[in-house]
């Protein structure tokens, strides 16, 4: 009977282990990510990365994410996270996301629930979604693109689609957005 206890909280133990591993892995991920050190932001990633909006994938490979990477440097972006859940492989987060772009816009940061899944020591996948009360968060935010989205059509005949997440459409809408500031 002690030999079964033993084993049980040896398990316990082992499983205890894994979960704190991974957030260490999640923590390190965000900041390397915030300093922008892109190796170890990108050695951090499984070689079967994607990134996904509930069931709608969002970042198809590692190699994608390049792209969102190099707008996140130019829009200064950098996250925070609460820990709200851990398993064996994966942990839950509540996420704020600041950016220039939001910040020159006057537009509060964005934050949604991401889970970050795990294989092999890595980050398999990164699911994002809603958290209670994100409806009316999300509603408020929106309303304050919509009259920059406005502008940006009447002066200029652009959409949000004008500007792909890479390098060159965060510097594009930097651009745009500090004549809108001037306007």
Aim: charged fraction near 30%; hydrophobic fraction near 35%.
């Amino acid at each position: 009977m002690k030999k079964l206890y033993l084993l049980i909280i040896s398990c316990f133990f082992f499983l205890g282990c894994i979960s704190q591993n991974n957030v260490e892995l999640v923590n390190e991920f965000i900041q390397s990510y915030n300093k922008k050190d892109s190796i170890k932001t990108f050695n951090l990633l499984h070689q079967d990365f994607s990134e996904l909006w509930g069931n709608e994938i969002t970042i198809i490979s590692k190699k994608d994410f390049r792209y969102n990477y190099s707008w996140g440097k130019v829009m200064n972006d950098m996250e925070e996270i609460v820990i709200i859940k851990t398993e064996q492989n994966f942990v839950e987060t509540i996420s704020t996301y600041y950016s220039d772009r939001d910040k020159l816009l006057g537009i509060p940061p964005y934050k949604s629930k991401r889970i970050y899944k795990i294989k092999d020591h890595k980050i398999i996948k990164i699911i994002g979604g809603k958290f209670e009360g994100y409806n009316e968060y999300d509603q408020a935010r929106r309303k304050q693109y919509e009259v920059f989205f406005e502008w940006l059509s009447k002066n200029y005949g652009l959409k949000p689609s004008d500007f792909p997440f890479d390098k060159k459409g965060a510097e594009k809408l930097i651009s745009i957005i500090n004549k809108y500031n001037k306007s």
